[in-house]
């Protein structure tokens, strides 16, 4: 033990160590505290304190050579571990390995950097060697060897340690070209955050914008976060601005300031494995998970902001000063301001211009898009539903390639170093003929129910209570009716005259005329690949329905048990009665058709006339109906009657989670639990 304390005190020219590998959660507590208390900057690694206490052994500007983990490289959280090491021992070369440095270790778990810490000062030139792509030793080695052999300015780059410090938070992004840009004017100059709105109760104040009622003062625009969209989208959402709301974030601290409100922004979603960069209208809201930078001057160019921010250079920069999925304000605003920019102004806000338009539009092809103006294939004169399927499919491909198009020249204007190669082009779903079709079917539902009209855009009953004599104010002479009783059947067979098959071949001949009428018929079921309507909408419209409006649907649906029986109603035209509406007039109806169907079955069955097939159908249908009626009775008395005397009422404003349970087993069972949650 001695003599391990005297070697430990000593100091040397040269210190070669692997220090063990071991994050502060892992640590006991004595090991944590002491850590702490010596090396309050690394505490959260071992291995990076050792950095420390290895430079302590050596003498000054004394040879360090370690194997670590590569974070304390990049991560904010050592920010100054960086700082002390490069003014102590600042690096002289070092080998930047990433992942698959050991064999030993399968897959990407350990990204590590082996490095000789002893530069003559931190302005000196030290050698960088980038070999994260070979994900084997001997990859690494090869590359680094031919580093070593030739010019390779892909792999070897010489940095002075000091020049990190112009970056925000100083990490050593060597490969970064370029790094005298960092000492010109940043982006917090000219933009600034805007704070963020913070619920403290998403499920209380955040609804979908399709669950309430359309126009509602209560509830606001709300840009929260959302898949990747670059340009444009992910406005899906609204949060509740009544006056005892708001007071309620503003008590917890939650409340941006009333100067961050009716600004047009650039936003972008918190978590994500690279930054989309979008237009936030005046008239959002924003939250936590939307970070949103504000221009201090309100003539700032917008556009050509969000198209530098959006270029190669900009996600390159950004990748390098923060390697993790947490995409921060601060390193947004810590961007500098490339000459570009003033140069080529004009020119990168056309091409952000083009690109904004382009995801508009194809993020308008999409039914829960809030400016939804209807589905694609009905903006023109069509006679044939494919001839309109085919031009929406190439609209949306020729407005993908405008996007793609904008980008790549954006990356011409703002070249990166080739060390970071962003996704590219539009990455929602590009539509084809089954979605397309999937989505005329559902805007042919909005029509049945009046939330839309075959005679103008966008939406027309969508506020609670809606009733074909408020559809009859706007839309005064209709080419298409709504149902009268927001009741729509949908069973095997023909049984009812209304039901929604029946209402689907009256739209397409109201939408697309009479003459090609067969065609277009088989057109879909061939593009829906069914067999035929029925089977479409008895097997897949409600849960298709179900997915697009994210389990948060606008069409209810009425369901026996086994689903013998459904029917689909239209939530905003919901009132106290549709339950009775269901019962008396299609379940009752429909169980009164089936008994006096059975008499006839069972005569065949039973009296032997007609062939053994007949006879053996005869048996199975009346089999069937005797089950269907057992099952439905039930449903009647156990479920629909006693909900139909309850006369329920729904409150759009809380939502379809909530609503949606009022109703028990009578409604198709959508994977919603008591309680506000998914499953």
């Given at each position: 033990?001695?003599?391990?304390?005297?070697?430990?005190?000593?100091?040397?020219?040269?210190?070669?160590?692997?220090?063990?590998?071991?994050?502060?959660?892992?640590?006991?507590?004595?090991?944590?505290?002491?850590?702490?208390?010596?090396?309050?900057?690394?505490?959260?690694?071992?291995?990076?304190?050792?950095?420390?206490?290895?430079?302590?052994?050596?003498?000054?500007?004394?040879?360090?050579?370690?194997?670590?983990?590569?974070?304390?490289?990049?991560?904010?959280?050592?920010?100054?571990?960086?700082?002390?090491?490069?003014?102590?021992?600042?690096?002289?070369?070092?080998?930047?390995?990433?992942?698959?440095?050991?064999?030993?270790?399968?897959?990407?778990?350990?990204?590590?950097?082996?490095?000789?810490?002893?530069?003559?000062?931190?302005?000196?030139?030290?050698?960088?060697?980038?070999?994260?792509?070979?994900?084997?030793?001997?990859?690494?080695?090869?590359?680094?060897?031919?580093?070593?052999?030739?010019?390779?300015?892909?792999?070897?780059?010489?940095?002075?340690?000091?020049?990190?410090?112009?970056?925000?938070?100083?990490?050593?992004?060597?490969?970064?070209?370029?790094?005298?840009?960092?000492?010109?004017?940043?982006?917090?100059?000219?933009?600034?955050?805007?704070?963020?709105?913070?619920?403290?109760?998403?499920?209380?104040?955040?609804?979908?914008?399709?669950?309430?009622?359309?126009?509602?003062?209560?509830?606001?625009?709300?840009?929260?976060?959302?898949?990747?969209?670059?340009?444009?989208?992910?406005?899906?959402?609204?949060?509740?601005?009544?006056?005892?709301?708001?007071?309620?974030?503003?008590?917890?601290?939650?409340?941006?300031?009333?100067s961050s409100r009716g600004q047009r922004g650039i936003t972008w979603t918190m978590i994500s494995g690279e930054p989309s960069f979008?237009?936030?209208?005046?008239?959002?809201?924003?939250?936590?998970?939307?970070?949103?930078?504000?221009?201090?001057?309100?003539?700032?160019?917008?556009?050509?902001?969000?198209?530098?921010?959006?270029?190669?250079?900009?996600l390159e920069i950004l990748a390098a000063i923060n390697p993790t999925i947490n995409n921060r304000v601060t390193d947004v605003l810590?961007?500098?301001?490339?000459?570009?920019?003033?140069?080529?102004?004009?020119?990168?806000?056309?091409?952000?211009?083009?690109a904004v338009t382009a995801s508009r539009t194809l993020d308008g092809f999409n039914e829960t898009a809030p400016d939804v103006a209807?589905?694609?294939?009905?903006?023109?004169?069509?006679?044939?539903?494919?001839?309109?399927?085919?031009?929406?499919?190439?609209?949306?491909?020729?407005?993908?390639?405008?996007?793609?198009?904008?980008?790549?020249?954006?990356?011409?204007?703002?070249?990166?170093?080739?060390?970071?190669?962003?996704?590219?082009?539009?990455?929602?779903?590009?539509?084809?003929?089954?979605?397309?079709?999937?989505?005329?079917?559902?805007?042919?539902?909005?029509?049945?129910?009046?939330?839309?009209?075959?005679?103008?855009?966008?939406?027309?009953?969508?506020?609670?209570?809606?009733?074909?004599?408020?559809?009859?104010?706007?839309?005064?002479?209709?080419?298409?009716?709504?149902?009268?009783?927001?009741?729509?059947?949908?069973?095997?067979?023909?049984?009812?005259?209304?039901?929604?098959?029946?209402?689907?071949?009256?739209?397409?001949?109201?939408?697309?005329?009479?003459?090609?009428?067969?065609?277009?018929?088989?057109?879909?079921?061939?593009?829906?690949?069914?067999?035929?309507?029925?089977?479409?909408?008895?097997?897949?419209?409600?849960?298709?329905?179900?997915?697009?409006?994210?389990?948060?649907?606008?069409?209810?649906?009425?369901?026996?048990?086994?689903?013998?029986?459904?029917?689909?109603?239209?939530?905003?035209?919901?009132?106290?009665?549709?339950?009775?509406?269901?019962?008396?007039?299609?379940?009752?109806?429909?169980?009164?058709?089936?008994?006096?169907?059975?008499?006839?079955?069972?005569?065949?069955?039973?009296?032997?006339?007609?062939?053994?097939?007949?006879?053996?159908?005869?048996?199975?249908?009346?089999?069937?109906?005797?089950?269907?009626?057992?099952?439905?009775?039930?449903?009647?008395?156990?479920?629909?009657?006693?909900?139909?005397?309850?006369?329920?009422?729904?409150?759009?404003?809380?939502?379809?989670?909530?609503?949606?349970?009022?109703?028990?087993?009578?409604?198709?069972?959508?994977?919603?639990?008591?309680?506000?949650?998914?499953?």
């Amino acid at each position: 033990m001695l003599e391990q304390a005297a070697y430990l005190s000593r100091r040397y020219l040269v210190v070669v160590a692997n220090p063990p590998y071991m994050g502060q959660a892992t640590m006991g507590n004595r090991l944590s505290e002491y850590v702490t208390r010596h090396y309050k900057e690394a505490k959260a690694d071992l291995g990076i304190a050792f950095v420390y206490r290895n430079i302590m052994l050596a003498v000054g500007r004394g040879l360090v050579g370690m194997i670590t983990l590569q974070s304390w490289m990049f991560l904010a959280s050592f920010t100054a571990v960086r700082t002390r090491v490069t003014n102590l021992n600042p690096p002289l070369h070092l080998l930047h390995l990433g992942t698959g440095a050991f064999d030993s270790i399968g897959g990407a778990v350990v990204s590590t950097a082996a490095y000789v810490l002893g530069g003559k000062s931190p302005d000196a030139l030290a050698d960088f060697f980038r070999l994260t792509d070979p994900q084997s030793e001997a990859g690494k080695a090869a590359l680094f060897k031919r580093a070593l052999a030739k010019d390779a300015r892909d792999v070897h780059f010489r940095v002075a340690p000091n020049s990190f410090t112009d970056l925000s938070g100083a990490p050593m992004a060597y490969w970064l070209s370029d790094l005298e840009r960092f000492k010109k004017p940043h982006l917090v100059s000219k933009w600034r955050s805007g704070g963020r709105l913070k619920t403290h109760d998403t499920s209380r104040y955040v609804r979908y914008w399709w669950e309430v009622s359309r126009g509602s003062e209560r509830w606001l625009p709300l840009v929260k976060g959302g898949e990747f969209r670059r340009w444009f989208g992910n406005r899906d959402f609204v949060v509740d601005w009544s006056p005892a709301s708001v007071a309620e974030y503003d008590s917890h601290g939650g409340l941006y300031p009333t100067s961050s409100r009716g600004q047009r922004g650039i936003t972008w979603t918190m978590i994500s494995g690279e930054p989309s960069f979008r237009v936030k209208a005046a008239s959002d809201e924003f939250d936590s998970a939307s970070p949103t930078i504000l221009p201090r001057n309100p003539n700032e160019d917008l556009l050509a902001v969000l198209g530098y921010l959006n270029s190669g250079a900009a996600l390159e920069i950004l990748a390098a000063i923060n390697p993790t999925i947490n995409n921060r304000v601060t390193d947004v605003l810590e961007l500098p301001i490339p000459d570009a920019l003033d140069l080529r102004r004009e020119d990168v806000h056309a091409l952000a211009d083009r690109a904004v338009t382009a995801s508009r539009t194809l993020d308008g092809f999409n039914e829960t898009a809030p400016d939804v103006a209807g589905p694609p294939v009905l903006r023109g004169q069509w006679s044939k539903v494919s001839d309109a399927v085919a031009w929406s499919v190439a609209t949306a491909a020729e407005a993908a390639a405008e996007i793609l198009d904008a980008e790549h020249e954006l990356d011409g204007i703002f070249p990166s170093g080739g060390h970071f190669v962003p996704r590219r082009g539009w990455h929602g779903a590009l539509p084809d003929t089954n979605s397309r079709v999937s989505d005329l079917v559902s805007f042919a539902v909005g029509c049945i129910f009046g939330r839309y009209s075959l005679d103008r855009t966008g939406l027309v009953l969508a506020t609670q209570g809606g009733t074909v004599e408020g559809y009859l104010t706007q839309v005064p002479t209709p080419s298409f009716m709504p149902d009268k009783d927001n009741v729509i059947p949908i069973v095997e067979g023909d049984w009812f005259e209304d039901d929604i098959v029946a209402k689907f071949r009256q739209f397409l001949r109201a939408a697309f005329g009479e003459q090609h009428f067969a065609e277009n018929v088989k057109f879909v079921t061939d593009s829906l690949g069914v067999k035929d309507l029925r089977d479409y909408f008895t097997r897949s419209f409600y849960k298709d329905h179900v997915q697009r409006y994210k389990k948060r649907p606008i069409y209810w649906l009425f369901s026996s048990p086994k689903g013998s029986f459904n029917a689909l109603v239209y939530l905003h035209r919901y009132n106290a009665s549709t339950v009775s509406t269901v019962l008396n007039d299609y379940l009752r109806e429909y169980i009164a058709k089936l008994e006096a169907a059975l008499p006839q079955y069972e005569i065949v069955a039973t009296s032997g006339r007609g062939s053994v097939r007949e006879v053996a159908a005869a048996q199975r249908e009346a089999e069937g109906i005797r089950k269907k009626l057992v099952e439905l009775k039930n449903y009647e008395r156990d479920v629909l009657h006693p909900l139909a005397q309850a006369q329920i009422s729904i409150d759009l404003d809380d939502g379809v989670l909530v609503n949606y349970q009022k109703f028990g087993s009578a409604l198709k069972d959508i994977g919603l639990k008591k309680g506000g949650a998914d499953d």
